[in-house]
């Protein structure tokens, strides 16, 4: 597994690099230029759910047909909207992995909501306004923690413990010390990436997307640009066509002692 860059899975990295693995590039099941037809995700009963593993989490355990997409950010509005008309109309199962200053998370709440408390859709903390975790204080990570927390609790009537995803990728002992200390106990990188933290176009990402939606991925995304919502219906067709199930992550793990509703 190769070092991915820190570009890939946020819009203005420092100059350093976070190490979570990316895969080899399979042969493409779908060509870049075809227009799939939206195929809705089959409802298939799910596994079992399985304790977490521990430590920092950047694939699915074990083998099977599982995908996790995850989209950070939601810098656009329209793309935060686009994603959720995309999940409505097809099924696709995916976690949002959210930061709170962006007002999409505000703004397109009331369509968010029925996919929320549905399970189609999972809310994950991003932080409130992505800072590098390891160039603040044990009392910083907390609290940019736990304002996002209070956030999604406020907004979405939901808690996004225990999953959080340090921006940039990047963490250390001390950040996961204090961020379990408020209840983030599940550190969350990815196995591939769709490279659109950035502006990128639509046959990129499509090519981003062939070589990372794969068995047990855990895939980052990112509500930033338009050009995803070009390629969310190829997407789906891609899922489809690797007989793959999407998943968010409380599909597949179980959690104790979650903070409930408020």
Known sequence: MGVMSALAACTTAPARQATPPGSATPTPTLTPTSTPTPTPTPVVALPARIAL??????????????????????????????????????????TFFLNGIYDSWTEQAGVLRPLVE???????????????????????????????????????GVSGAPYFRPPFGYHDDRVDAAAASVGYTQPVLWYGS?????????????????????????????????????????????????ALRTVTLDDVFEVENRPQRP
């Open 118 to 156: 549905s399970g189609v859709a999972q809310l994950a903390n991003h932080t409130f306004s992505h800072p590098d975790l390891t160039e603040l204080t044990d009392s910083e990570v907390v609290e940019e923690l736990q304002s996002n927390e209070n956030f999604i609790r406020t907004t979405y």
């Open 194 to 242: 769709l490279s659109d933290s950035g502006l990128i176009t639509a046959d990129q990402l499509r090519g981003f997307a062939d070589q990372y939606l794969l068995a047990q991925h855990i895939v980052i995304g990112h509500a930033n640009f338009p050009p995803v919502l070009e390629c969310l219906d190829y997407i789906q067709q891609l899922v489809v066509s690797r």
């Open 53 to 94: 593993p521990g430590g920092t989490l950047t694939g699915l355990p074990g083998e099977g047909n599982l995908l996790a997409l995850t989209v950070d950010d939601g810098a656009d509005s329209e793309v935060v909207a686009g994603y959720a008309e995309f999940m409505q109309r097809t099924g696709f199962r995916a």
